[in-house]
């Protein structure tokens, strides 16, 4: 199982990326699937999740600090989620992380309750 997070870049504030999240001997359509980030010298964060697709009510949530400037999807054909980010802030400098639990449902904020992590893409909202 892997997981491949990608997307990130320089951007200046007020911008947008999408970032991506891939997946390779694993269908993404049956789990829960987060977006974290850890910006330097602090904790990781939970960001956002999505519901399985078998979960049907394509359930999302959002961390207050970015609530109305995020997106989470999926593309169930390309077997991928994505994070439209918004409004981007010098705050939101961050190396971003896709991970996936073992449930069809959401399952809270730590990284521990998941199973299945990418690699992290770095993002940069400089002027």
């Known amino acids: 199982v892997q997981l491949q997070a990608s997307g990130g870049g320089l951007v200046q504030p007020g911008g947008s990326l999408r970032l991506s999240c891939a997946a390779s001997?694993?269908?993404?359509?049956?789990?829960?699937i987060a977006w974290f980030r850890q910006a330097p010298g602090k904790e990781r964060e939970w960001v956002s999740c999505?519901?399985?697709?078998?979960?049907?009510?394509?359930?999302?949530d959002y961390a207050d600090s970015m609530k109305g400037r995020l997106t989470i999807s999926r593309d169930n054909a390309k077997n991928a989620v994505y994070l439209q980010m918004n409004s981007l802030k010098p705050e939101d400098t961050a190396v971003y992380y896709c991970?996936?639990?073992?449930?069809?449902?959401?399952?809270?904020?730590?990284?521990?309750?998941?199973?299945?992590w990418g690699q992290g893409t770095l993002v940069t909202v400089s002027s």
């Open positions: 991970a996936a639990a073992l449930s069809t449902v959401c399952v809270g904020r730590h990284p521990k309750a998941y199973n299945y």
């Open positions: 001997g694993f269908n993404l359509d049956y789990y829960a």
């Open positions: 999505i519901n399985s697709v078998s979960a049907s009510d394509g359930s999302t």
